[in-house]
């Protein structure tokens, strides 16, 4: 029954991260969700970018402190070993969404695209974005990445074994391009405003905090393959 509970458990959230994930690229891109990145403005402008850069903080905070290995070590003794890349996932869903939720907007433009074939371009480059992230995590484990792989070996009775480092196709070339899958992402935009630039420009900055100590991490781990 506990490995049923736990295999239930890996599954809701990998679904609860793709609804996730695809809720936050009509966020982002300001379409198909009630409320999104530029939606109307509320409140004073300081106030907007104090609670925004909290959200961000809180994002950045949840990611980086629940992927260290030190924590994963204090954590898998309250968390079960099965589930504890399934509950990083799950808590990574919540802070996104509650950073989605709470987000504010300021009205005022940065730079606005208005030429039809350019903007066209914009919009081609933020699908691009969007599809390398999940392509790029089929090329490494994806299952284990998202936790799917650990709650299914609970749930037959095999034991957990990291899977090995290989460099296909784009790790060939670059070290973290799930990363710039994001930046893409985030920054292929036909229309730049404030907190939309205030978005991108924390997290790519994070992003590039994250790589620095992602590389030490994996380089522990994997050695010199890596």
């Known amino acids: 029954m506990k490995r049923m509970l736990c295999l239930a458990y890996g599954i809701g959230s990998y679904l609860l991260f793709l609804a996730i994930f695809a809720y936050m690229a009509g966020f982002v891109g300001n379409f198909l969700v009630p409320k999104s990145i530029d939606s109307t403005p509320t409140g004073a402008v300081s106030e907007a970018v104090a609670i925004d850069l909290l959200l961000l903080g809180l994002f950045a905070a949840q990611h980086s402190i629940m992927a260290r290995p030190a924590f994963k070590r204090v954590w898998t003794r309250v968390v079960p070993q ?109 229309t730049m405003t404030v907190e939309h630039l205030l978005f991108a420009g924390v997290l790519t900055v994070y992003m590039a905090a994250a790589a620095v100590v992602e590389e030490r991490d994996l380089v522990a781990h994997f050695g010199h393959p890596y």
């Open 82 to 190: 099965a589930i504890e890349r399934s509950t990083y996932v799950f808590l990574s869903c919540v802070v996104t969404a509650v950073l989605m939720w709470q987000w504010r907007s300021i009205d005022l433009v940065v730079w606005e695209v208005q030429e039809p074939v350019l903007r066209t371009a914009a919009w081609a480059l933020f699908g691009v974005g969007w599809l390398l992230v999940p392509g790029v995590t089929l090329l490494i484990d994806h299952f284990d990445l998202f936790g799917l792989r650990q709650v299914w070996l609970h749930f037959v009775g095999q034991e957990y074994s990291s899977p090995r480092f290989q460099a296909a196709l784009f790790y060939r070339h670059v070290r973290h391009p799930l990363y710039i899958g994001w930046a893409i992402a985030f920054w292929a935009t036909p």
